[in-house]
């Protein structure tokens, strides 16, 4: 047996223009640790990084930054 075949996984996306509250309610919700950010370009919807968990934790609120103001593009890495 073949583990691709049971074991497959739904992609989580969020808009590099949500905010960082947004992103964390979406990985919440999903039950996942990272979500590939997206952005709208002329060819259509393209892949503009991924933002974790992790990324939340250390850029965030180790900083005291707040996650309801800031943008998923600000943090996501490319």
Known sequence: MDIASIC???????DRGATLQQAAALMR???VGALVVTEHAE???R??????????????LA???DAAR???????AS
């Open 8 to 14: 497959r996984r739904h992609v989580v996306t969020v």
């Open 47 to 60: 892949i503009a990084g991924v933002i974790s968990d992790r990324d939340l934790a250390i850029e965030v």
């Open 70 to 76: 800031l943008d998923v593009g600000r943090v996501a």
């Open 43 to 45: 060819e259509g919807l």
């Open 63 to 65: 900083r005291g930054l």
């Open 29 to 31: 919700t999903h039950h």
